[in-house]
């Protein structure tokens, strides 16, 4: 009787929490993928050969995690199930253990933006849901199918068509969530104040480093301006290129002040504003700030008086809203 209880809350609790941990990833794949990248590098991991398959592992595992917890609440394949589970958070529990033993990647992105943990806290959440699932090891004969097979066969199902569904979106737009601190409607500045506790605030390397100085004062300070994301020319969609340089040339005669922001090396400005059709100010800004500003490469910021108005992937440059 005991046992049956333990494991049904430890069924109900694991579930949800993986069904949590999934969704707030799901909703912002790339930065999965730019967190895998960072453990496959070769200061962490030295798996470099990996790097290139950081997004489609990122999505394998963000949609597992999202429909094994959906699986156990509904009782699909109890057996199968549980010891996926098992599976699944040994691989976050080594890297969660590495990152703090290591102190090597020291936010693993393990509930997404939405709840930062320092590895120290990851690596005990991990060992918990660890003892966890093990009770449902010990369990397993007491978990048994939501109202019936067909019902927990078609949840589970759908569980996963969703939520290729959501990331095949996501990522061919923007994260239909943003948890980040350039998210519309939040003002740069704020974000980059320290607090009386000096935490390093979430906004602390967000510049527009260019020739004349850093103009990220002024540009806060404009009434309109328009943020051109170019974060690395070598990775960039060159089809994104034209349709990018189309709406800040519509901005431009609507009174927007442009900067186009990139971490690549410039040779020759001037050759690079001709060959992009961007004849506006060029600023330097470190790669993963502006990643972090925007999940796509080019992607479409405009700001007014310091705020994020609005925020486009380049596939969205029709729908680019300018007052």
Not at 240 to 266: F, H, M, Q, R
Request: hydrophobic share 50%; with cysteine; glycine share 6%.
């Amino acid at each position: 009787m005991i046992l049956k209880l333990v494991t049904q809350i430890s069924r109900v609790l694991v579930g949800i929490l993986f069904i949590y941990s999934g969704f707030v990833k799901l909703v912002d794949p790339i930065g999965s993928q730019f967190k895998f990248e960072e453990y496959f590098s070769e200061s962490v991991l030295n798996l470099t050969f990996l790097i290139p398959f950081a997004l489609p592992f990122s999505i394998l595992l963000i949609v597992s995690e999202l429909a094994f917890g959906v699986m156990l609440l509904v009782g699909y394949k109890p057996k199968f199930t549980i010891w996926s589970l098992l599976g699944l958070n040994s691989i976050f529990l080594f890297l969660t253990w590495y990152s703090y033993t290591y102190n090597k990647v020291t936010d693993c992105g393990c509930f997404g933006d939405a709840i930062k943990l320092t590895p120290k806290e990851t690596f005990y959440k991990n060992i918990i849901f660890m003892v966890f699932i093990i009770i449902l090891i010990i369990g397993i004969k007491h978990i048994k199918p939501l109202i019936s097979n067909k019902f927990a066969t078609i949840t589970s199902f759908a569980s996963v068509a969703i939520s290729l569904l959501i990331a095949n979106h996501v990522l061919n737009h923007l994260p239909i969530i943003d948890f980040r601190a350039y998210a519309v409607g939040k003002d740069i500045a704020d974000g980059m104040k320290y607090k009386d506790d000096g935490e390093v605030p979430p906004i602390h390397d967000f510049m527009i480093e260019t020739d004349e100085g850093d103009q990220l004062e002024p540009m806060l300070a404009k009434e309109k301006a328009m943020l051109i994301v170019m974060y690395n020319f070598d990775k960039m969609n060159k089809d994104g290129i034209a349709p990018v340089a189309e709406v800040a040339k519509k901005a431009k005669e609507k009174g927007y002040e442009i900067y186009v922001l990139t971490a690549s090396y410039i040779e020759d400005l001037e050759a690079t504003q001709k060959e992009f059709d961007l004849p506006y100010p060029f600023g330097f800004c470190d790669e993963t700030a502006l990643k972090t500003a925007i999940r796509a490469n080019p992607g479409i910021i405009t700001v007014k008086k310091g705020i994020i108005a609005g925020k486009w992937n380049w596939t969205d440059a029709d729908d680019v809203i300018l007052e």
